[in-house]
């Protein structure tokens, strides 16, 4: 069984930086694409950031220049950076792995999600 465990979110002013992990454990052959996504009160939820095994990332326009994605494959962790936060970026964070399994299937597993409060 594959679990997410995530870290890092909580409340901070506008203006300000977080730094969120989330870390796979379990068993599996490979990892592959790696992403954060978030969900704000009422709306979708929206895919962030995402990052594949060779760490090619890609960025929602919403957070591109201000956030940034990256992994390590030793420790099975992605991060995601996130500075010059804005009061819109309130949400829960959610993390998104998906991995081939020893038998060869594909499969997609998310993080319980962290909240981040952005508020003076």
């Known amino acids: 069984q594959v679990q997410l465990v995530e870290s890092g979110g909580g409340l901070v002013q506008p203006g300000g930086s977080l730094r969120l992990a989330c870390a796979a454990s379990?068993?599996?052959?490979?990892?592959?694409?790696m992403a954060w996504y978030r969900e704000a009160p009422g709306k979708q939820r929206d895919l962030v950031a995402s990052?594949?095994?060779?760490?090619?990332?890609n960025y929602a326009d919403f957070v591109q220049g201000r956030f940034t994605i990256s992994r390590d494959n030793a420790k099975n962790t992605v991060y995601l950076q996130m500075n010059s936060l804005k009061p819109e970026d309130t949400a829960v964070y959610y993390c998104?792995?998906?991995?081939?399994?020893?038998?060869?299937?594909?499969?997609?597993?998310w993080g319980q999600g962290t909240q981040v409060t952005v508020s003076s």
């Open positions: 998104n792995v998906d991995l081939h399994s020893h038998s060869g299937r594909e499969w997609s597993y």
């Open positions: 379990g068993s599996w052959f490979r990892i592959n694409d």
């Open positions: 990052i594949t095994s060779g760490g090619y990332s």
